[in-house]
C-alpha cells in the first residue's frame, strides 16, 4: 500500500522569498505522484502531477515538483512566492496498477507569506 | 466549463439521521470519486463510481454508501451518523474512459459539502 509524508506541518516564508515543501512517498513500483493546493473554504486545485519520464515537472502558478526515485520524494519548489500562494498543499501518491483516480494524501502543509 | 458542482454546501445533522450529498462532476467525465477530509485522519478516500458502478471502495464502514446516474451524477449517504462523521466531504471527477490499471486521468475537485453532527 502507498504512503505519504509531508514533513512540514507549517511553513511560513516572506513574500519574494522562495519555497520548497516536502513529500516522500512509499510505494514499491512506480508511483503517480501530484501536489494539490487547498485555499480556505475550497477544494483541492491541482498544482501539477507525475507520471513518468523527465523528473522536473512544471506546473501552475509558477510551481514545479521533481521526482526523485533513489529519496522516494517529490518536493515542490517555486522561485518567488506570492501573498496569494499563501493556502495547504496536500502531496498525493497513487499506484499505476489502479490509476490515477484512488489517492493517498499527506497531512498536508500550511503555507503562511509574511508581507 | 463548469467546475465540479456539490450541493448543499454546508449540512447540520443530528447523531443517528442520515444524510445524502449530491455532485454533478464536469461535463462530460464519467469518473467520479468521493474523498472525507478531517483534521485528523486527513483526506481519505470513499469510493469511486465509473458508469454507475462502484469500481473501488476505501475502508470505511457500510453506512457510508454511493450511487452513480446514468448522467454520471452521483450521491453518497451517510446512515446513522455519528459525531466522528463531522467532515468536509470531497467530490471529484475525471475525464478516464478507461479508468484502472494505467489511468492518468486527474481528479478535479468540487468546493465539498460540510457536514456537521451534532
Known amino acids: 500500500a502507498q504512503s505519504v509524508t509531508q514533513p512540514d506541518i507549517h511553513i511560513t516564508v516572506s513574500e519574494g522569498a522562495s519555497l520548497e515543501l516536502r513529500c516522500n512517498y512509499s510505494y514499491g513500483a512506480t508511483p503517480y505522484l501530484f501536489w494539490y493546493v487547498q485555499s480556505p473554504g475550497q477544494g483541492l486545485q491541482l498544482l501539477l502531477k507525475y507520471f513518468s519520464g523527465d523528473t522536473l515537472v512544471q506546473g501552475i502558478k509558477g510551481f514545479e515538483a521533481e521526482f526523485k526515485r533513489s529519496q522516494s520524494s517529490f518536493n515542490l519548489r517555486k522561485p518567488s512566492v506570492h501573498w496569494s500562494d499563501a493556502a495547504e498543499y496536500f502531496c498525493a501518491v497513487g499506484a499505476e496498477t489502479q490509476g490515477a483516480q484512488k489517492l493517498v494524501f499527506g497531512q498536508g502543509t500550511r503555507l503562511t507569506i509574511n508581507p | 466549463k463548469a467546475g465540479v458542482t456539490q450541493t448543499p454546501r454546508y449540512l447540520i445533522k443530528t447523531r443517528g439521521q442520515q444524510v445524502t450529498l449530491s455532485c454533478s462532476p464536469i461535463?462530460?467525465?464519467?469518473?467520479v470519486s468521493w474523498y472525507q477530509q478531517t483534521p485528523g485522519q486527513g483526506l481519505q478516500f470513499l469510493f469511486e463510481y465509473f458508469s454507475e458502478t462502484q469500481r473501488n471502495k476505501g475502508n470505511f464502514p457500510g453506512r457510508f454508501s454511493g450511487r452513480q446516474f446514468s448522467n454520471s451524477r452521483s450521491e453518497m449517504n451517510v446512515s446513522t451518523l455519528e459525531l466522528g462523521d463531522s467532515a468536509l466531504y470531497l467530490c471529484?471527477?475525471?475525464?478516464?474512459?478507461?479508468?484502472?490499471?494505467?489511468?492518468?486521468?486527474?481528479?478535479?475537485f468540487g468546493n465539498g459539502t460540510r457536514l456537521t453532527v451534532t
Open positions: 471529484a471527477s475525471s475525464s478516464s474512459l478507461t479508468p484502472g490499471q494505467g489511468d492518468r486521468s486527474p481528479l478535479h
Open positions: 461535463s462530460g467525465h464519467r469518473s
